[in-house]
């Protein structure tokens, strides 16, 4: 079973920002696609940005233009660089590869930000 394990979440003040990671337990060009999710209490579970075997990216309005998706695939690790985060931005944050007609979780990672 694949194991993706979130990182770099906390807490933050708005306007500041966060470097998150989500490291898996096998190289990340198995993934036709790789993306962070975020959830709050009570709300669905949204895309916020994937990232393409190909080399596309994708990004949700909500942070568009104020995050970047990335590759270090010699650490088997997608970064997401959010910046000027605002009290909205504040969620659970959730790493999903795709593999085929298979999906993979991690546990996810806290993001809260402070007025």
């Known amino acids: 079973q694949v194991r993706l394990v979130e990182s770099g979440g906390g807490l933050v003040q708005a306007g500041g920002s966060l470097r998150l990671s989500c490291a898996a337990s096998?190289?990340?060009?198995?993934?036709?696609?790789v993306g962070w999710y975020r959830q709050t209490p009570g709300k669905t579970r949204d895309l916020v940005a994937r990232?393409?075997?190909?080399?596309?990216?994708y990004y949700a309005d909500s942070i568009k233009g104020r995050a970047i998706i990335s590759r270090d695939s010699a650490k088997n690790t997608v970064h997401l660089q959010m910046n000027s985060l605002a009290l909205e931005d504040t969620a659970v944050y959730y790493c999903?590869?795709?593999?085929?007609?298979?999906?993979?979780w991690g546990q996810g990672t806290q993001v809260t930000v402070s007025s």
């Open positions: 096998e190289t990340i060009e198995n993934f036709s696609f």
């Open positions: 990232t393409f075997r190909g080399g596309a990216t």
């Open positions: 999903k590869a795709n593999r085929g007609v298979d999906e993979y």
